[in-house]
């Protein structure tokens, strides 16, 4: 049977769609950049994800793909609705089987903080891992736009990653050139540890014009002693605690009485997940840090206008 020409032409390009062929006209493939360096490609927004930590949990949420999170890890507990969600293990020990059960199209992991070697089998399985490793404030928003594109969810992402961006210019501008104000924090208590200059809670303790006093220790978070944080003497100790208002670690501080945060009463505590979590939440801990710091900045005398004839 002859067909005329234009009916011709268009069967031809209903059968080139049905096809496939091209395949990019139907569905062009996404790729990022994700926090170990890598370059991460699906053919297809992601619609079956797992979360392999709590940050990554509730960045997935913020970048607007949370109804496409099938699997977390515990203590995923923000937003509420993440905490009905089906558990895989925690951020250090996975259940291998529950997650490839869960027949995922994209793995959001943690790059330092899942075992490698798990990850690794996950990868060999053909399974597509993003891996997020926020180490700055600045990386927060941009992880945030790449789980975005990954989930075909934009719009929302990058509508949150913006709201990010601007409060924590805001927050820089209100506080980062204050007189400086020296700070240990307290991570853990035994062994007692905190952390350097290149951790993300030292980016935001520089962010509030605080200035951290193991910032030059190589290790991101070192062990360390009560000796050498009396002969540092920080004008602030803070602590990460669950109990903001009764926390056990500064009651053991308050036995020192000959350093001058215990003398002054300049003992702080925030929530942990506030502070060591790098989602838009952080920017919540972020400004109770800047409010306490600066409440003690209030009540130290400037030595610039001391020393002024």
């Not at 903001?244 to 702080?268: H, I």
Request: net charge positive.
């Amino acid at each position: 049977m002859r067909y005329p020409l234009p009916l011709l032409f268009h069967l031809i390009i209903i059968c080139l769609f049905c096809a496939g062929v091209p395949a990019n006209v139907a569905q062009a493939a996404i790729s990022v950049k994700d926090g170990a360096g890598h370059t991460v490609t699906l053919s297809q927004p992601a619609r079956r994800i797992v979360s392999l930590a709590p940050h990554t949990t509730e960045n997935l949420f913020a970048a607007g793909a949370g109804a496409y999170v099938v699997g977390v890890v515990s203590y995923s507990d923000f937003p509420v609705t993440a905490s009905k969600i089906r558990r895989v293990g925690d951020a250090n020990s996975l259940d291998l089987e529950a997650i490839i059960a869960l027949r995922p199209d994209l793995i959001v992991a943690w790059d330092s903080g899942n075992a490698k070697s798990q990850i690794e089998k996950l990868q060999q399985l053909g399974l597509v891992v993003y891996a997020s490793e926020p180490r700055r404030l600045e990386d927060v928003p941009v992880d945030i736009e790449a789980l975005g594109r990954l989930a075909g969810t934009e719009p929302v992402a990058r509508q949150a990653a913006a709201a990010f961006r601007g409060e924590y210019a805001r927050l820089r501008s209100q506080y980062a050139e204050r007189r400086p104000v020296s700070v240990f924090f307290q991570v853990w208590n035994r062994p007692l540890m905190t952390v350097n200059g290149a951790h993300l809670i030292s980016n935001v303790i520089n962010l509030c014009g605080g200035k951290n006093i193991f910032a030059d220790v190589p290790a991101l978070a070192p062990e360390v002693n009560i000796e050498a944080v009396m002969v540092a003497d920080p004008q602030v100790i803070m602590v990460s605690s669950a109990g903001e208002r009764r926390a056990p670690w500064l009651d053991e501080w308050r036995r020192l009485s000959q350093l001058q945060a215990v003398k002054k009463g300049r003992l702080f505590a925030v929530r942990p997940d506030l502070i060591t979590r790098p989602t838009p939440r952080i920017l919540e801990g972020a400004r109770l840090i800047c409010g306490q710091l600066d409440q003690v900045r209030s009540t130290i005398p400037n030595p610039a206008k001391l020393n002024t004839p």
